[in-house]
């Protein structure tokens, strides 16, 4: 998994991605936007406990008091399918983290009495700062202040609190009655419950179905918190209302429109409340996955630009029984559902859930897709909200891309004969662009230029009826592609299209990079995607064919991403030379330098990346071509100084050394790489780096406007950490030639490269590029760079070259390109 994921994909998938769970592996994981190596990532291990036949966890709240919650606290429900009592004496409901570390613990409420037969048993936990709502007279109450989009809650035999942290943990404790994970939780059954924020629950069905699937058995609804004496609220409108059940044969449209629904903002007036027989014309199903549901659209629209007339109908993982062209009435609760949890950043989906659905009529002819063409969607791409939130602002359908996309929610939108920006991926997702002519690259992919201006045509293309695409930056998807837009954490706003163009390809070929010079020096940067020994031998081949054939064999090659001799296993292993001998026998092979390499051992789980994974940076070199010069010394924690060498020369403390390994700059990230090498006698520094990742970054599409850039702060540091290191040696020898390079995981334009560059120390080699061939990477449809080559004053005329051998196309060895320098 690369660790370069810039902001949107942090996080696992949410449910609106076809029912897929993860993020490249989590991957993702999700982004994962995309994105992660730098972070926690727990493989969902399944859980494999007995389904209950009488007491279950019937429903988990935790957006208590939260914003837009009604009721002021958050609770778990028990329920009780037996035909007795269940007696609670010496039970517990108890509450875990949805991303335990090895430090969290279980909190514990007790509870005492008993779940009456075919009834309910109401936990009340912690008080929020909002909500105008009671809940019920509890049975128990407790204090824990759960979260509202991720969390894990147990029915326990006992009252001291668990002690498992994983999903195969908790399911062999035999004290553990039964567990609900919710939103991206690692403890679960099976799949974590869906749909879960700040005014909506996890609940599971009236007959308390207990499969040990969480994500089948529980579904996000508003809540209704009921107590053993059978008292309840709806919770979510404050009015006590109960979920709506139109009266058989009842065939009359209720007053409420679908426009009334959505509103003429992002969030629903009427979220949280029920609507009664709701009109509209089926327009597309989702009948797979845990996120089944359909679309409607009405076809009598408002003259209002502001409001939808789509609307996404939540079925959960129940199969939804229409088919495009039905006329239905829809009865049910609105909810807003956001994608990755609220505390992600994204948006909303107003959506209909618990529905009654009644079909009127079928065959009916689908409201007509509205046509997204260059001049469609503004130029401007969100309303700034000065770092605040946009839901309480009106849309502006006309001035913002964003109010665009969200006025047209859920309704069928229409592309003819658009470009591909960003090659079809694993989960046969595309992403094209409406406005064929903004910042357009030499490729035909769309070139991030800056913050302020992240192209608002660009728009991704999934698919509701299985048809795959596999497409090319460049490739143009011709004929028409249509769907419903839809909404997800990992990449904004979507086309499910329901009809789906063919591929007419663009030509792309790779680069191949001009070959060094007899006097030249060529020194390269490649992050080569988390490469262990586990990895299919065709992987091995084909990074080593980009290595000699694309790359031209380069003197020295930093490496970014080089795992363990046993990958993601976590048993303590940190050496890799079993990684790099295989690797190097690879480009052996392929006709390469027999080349040799130097790293030092990250100490175990102290450089970030996937979890057992040590990743580290490498440098390969040829020694036919570049000796380097090794110095005793480095190691994991010990910093590389700048020493004198003679009256005028310089040289490293130790090489290989890592500057300043013990700073906090580098916590939980890898440490940079310094080395010393010498070419036709004359010395040059390198530096490999691999700064930390854009993990928890606010996403560009998402609520918050301008998006905090919370992940910034410590590669501002880490920036710093190098420059002086750089500085501290051109102040020795103004004159020596130095090589920084690496995965800086941000932008030219950014102010950690500024820092990286202050003081005239280094020049990045990007912006010698014109405007639009300054990437290195795509993703969400931007080509943008991550990757950089930076070089000292004395370094004159370098020859540079980015080599487009993987970011643009969807048989991709690794997600990033390759860079080159060549040094005289």
């Not at 027989?277 to 630009?305: H, I, K, L, M, Y």
């Not at 020694?623 to 010069?629: L, N, Y």
Request: charge should be negative; aromatic fraction near 6%.
């Amino acid at each position: 998994m690369s660790s370069s994921i810039p902001p949107a994909s942090p996080a696992p998938h949410g449910r609106h991605r076809g029912g897929s769970v993860g993020r490249r592996a989590g991957r993702l994981a999700l982004l994962l936007p995309v994105g992660v190596a730098g972070s926690l990532l727990a493989l969902p291990l399944t859980a494999q406990a007995t389904p209950s036949p009488d007491a279950v966890i019937s429903e988990v709240f935790g957006g208590g008091g939260n914003s837009g919650a009604a009721l002021s606290h958050d609770f778990i429900e028990l329920g009780n399918s037996g035909d007795a009592p269940f007696d609670l004496t010496g039970w517990s409901v108890q509450y875990l983290s949805g991303a335990p570390t090895a430090n969290s613990k279980w909190q514990v409420t007790e509870v005492t009495g008993a779940i009456p037969a075919g009834g309910g048993y109401l936990v009340q936990e912690a008080k929020g700062a909002g909500g105008d709502t009671a809940l019920p007279t509890p049975d128990a109450s407790g204090a824990i202040a759960m979260s509202a989009t991720s969390g894990t809650v147990a029915l326990v035999h006992s009252t001291t609190p668990l002690t498992c942290l994983t999903a195969a943990d908790c399911a062999a404790d035999d004290r553990v009655k039964d567990l609900v994970g919710f939103g991206t939780a690692v403890v679960r059954e099976t799949a974590p419950a869906t749909g879960a924020g700040n005014t909506t629950s996890v609940t599971r069905n009236a007959a308390l179905t207990d499969t040990d699937d969480n994500s089948a058995d529980l579904t996000g609804a508003a809540p209704t918190p009921r107590n053993s004496a059978g008292d309840g609220t709806g919770g979510g409108d404050g009015g006590g209302e109960p979920s709506p059940t139109p009266s058989p044969g009842d065939t009359t449209p209720g007053d409420v429109r679908i426009h009334e629904v959505q509103g003429a903002k992002r969030l629903s007036p009427y979220a949280g409340k029920s609507v009664t027989n709701v009109p509209g014309v089926v327009t597309a199903v989702r009948s797979t996955g845990s996120s089944r549901g359909f679309w409607f659209q009405d076809p009598e629209p408002d003259d209002n630009p502001a409001t939808s007339e789509g609307l996404f109908v939540f079925t959960g993982s129940a199969t939804p029984q229409v088919k495009p062209g039905d006329s239905v009435l829809v009865s049910g609760k609105i909810t807003e559902y956001y994608p990755g949890g609220q505390s992600s950043g994204s948006q909303s989906v107003t959506e209909l859930s618990g529905p009654t659905t009644t079909v009127l009529s079928s065959g009916n002819e689908l409201p007509a897709a509205e046509a997204i063409g260059a001049g469609t969607v503004p130029e401007n791409y969100a309303p700034d909200a000065k770092g605040g939130s946009i839901e309480p602002l009106e849309l502006k359908p006309s001035q913002y891309a964003l109010d665009w996309y969200e006025s047209r929610e859920g309704m069928r939108v229409r592309v003819e004969d658009v470009r591909v920006v960003g090659a079809s991926n694993a989960y046969n997702e595309t992403w094209i662009t409406t406005k064929p002519g903004q910042n357009p690259t030499p490729s035909g992919g769309t070139v991030l230029t800056g913050y302020d201006n992240p192209n608002s045509g660009r728009l991704l293309i999934g698919s509701l009826t299985g048809g795959k695409l596999k497409a090319n930056v460049g490739d143009t998807l011709s004929g028409t592609t249509a769907g419903p837009l839809d909404y997800a954490n990992y990449g904004g706003y979507s086309v499910q299209s329901t009809t789906l163009g063919t591929v007419r390809p663009g030509g792309l070929e790779p680069d191949v990079a001009k070959p060094a010079k007899s006097d030249e020096l060529s020194v390269a940067t490649y992050n080569v995607e988390n490469l262990d020994p586990q990895e299919p031998q065709s992987k091995y081949d084909k990074l080593a064919q980009g290595i000699v054939k694309n790359l031209a064999s380069p003197d020295v090659v930093s490496l970014e991403e080089i795992q363990d001799n046993n990958g993601a296993t976590d048993d303590g292993t940190v050496a890799a030379d079993q990684t790099l001998a295989k690797f190097a026998d690879a480009i052996k092979k392929a006709g390469g330098p027999g080349y040799d390499w130097r790293a030092i051992d990250p100490a175990n789980k102290a450089d970030g990346g996937e979890p057992g994974g040590n990743i580290r940076n490498v440098f390969l070199f040829n020694p036919k071509r570049v000796s380097f010069v090794d110095r005793p010394g480095g190691d994991a924690t010990t910093p590389v100084e700048v020493v004198k060498n003679g009256k005028k020369g310089v040289a490293l403390s130790a090489s290989p050394g890592r500057i300043n390994p013990v700073s906090d700059a580098w916590k939980n990230s890898r440490k940079p790489l310094a080395g010393e090498f010498t070419f036709r006698g004359r010395q040059v520094f390198v530096v490999g780096n691999h700064f930390n990742s854009k993990g928890g970054d606010q996403p560009v599409h998402g609520v918050f406007q301008p998006p905090a850039l919370g992940s910034e702060t410590q590669r501002l540091a880490q920036a710093k950490e190098v420059n002086t290191f750089v500085s501290g040696l051109l102040a020795k020898d103004k004159k020596a030639k130095v090589v920084v390079l690496g995965d800086m995981n941000d932008y030219q334009f950014s102010k950690p490269l500024a820092t990286l560059t202050r003081g005239g120390v280094l020049v990045d080699l990007i912006n010698t590029l014109p405007r639009g061939e300054r990437y290195s990477y795509v993703y969400d449809g931007n080509s943008q760079t991550l990757d950089h080559i930076l070089v000292s004053p004395a370094i004159k005329k370098p020859g540079y070259e980015v080599v487009h051998i993987n970011a643009e196309f969807a048989d991709q060895t690794s997600d990033h390109d390759p860079q080159v320098v060549r040094i005289k």
